[in-house]
């Protein structure tokens, strides 16, 4: 798969589910799947692994190829102060376990490949 951000952002709406972040909720699909999503696309697409420091802990992001990608944004209400602070894999994979991370790369694969 190309990394075209729109289709991304489709894809993974259809797998976040609460297998993949106990937070998740109907009205919220992309509550607490901030670590789990940015470990995902950098696995597929590369790029950094970008944190900022919020209240309730730190919040997981990608840059890809210079340029910030911020997939989860829907579950906040109002806009956050990006930091964009370097994080590691081992950062982003304390707030995520290896069942929900298989999870979402398994259903965000079947959506991408059911919409061709």
């Avoid at 075209?4 to 607490?32: C, E, K, M, V, Y």
């Avoid at 997981?60 to 109002?78: C, K, L, P, V, W």
């Avoid at 990006?82 to 994080?87: G, K, N, Q, T, V």
């Amino acid at each position: 798969m190309t990394f075209d951000p729109d289709r991304i952002q489709s894809a993974l709406r259809q797998a976040w589910s609460p297998a993949t972040a106990s937070q998740w909720t109907i009205d919220n699909p992309a509550a607490g799947q901030c670590n789990v999503t940015a470990l995902l696309i950098h696995e597929l697409f590369g790029g950094e692994l970008l944190k900022t420091k919020l209240p309730a802990g730190d919040h997981f992001y990608n840059r890809i190829e210079g340029r910030r990608y911020h997939f989860t944004a829907s579950q906040f209400d109002r806009p956050i102060a990006y930091l964009d602070l370097p994080a590691s894999r081992t950062d982003a994979q304390l707030g995520a376990t290896s069942e929900q991370l298989a999870e979402l790369r398994t259903a965000f694969q079947e959506d991408v490949r059911r919409r061709g």
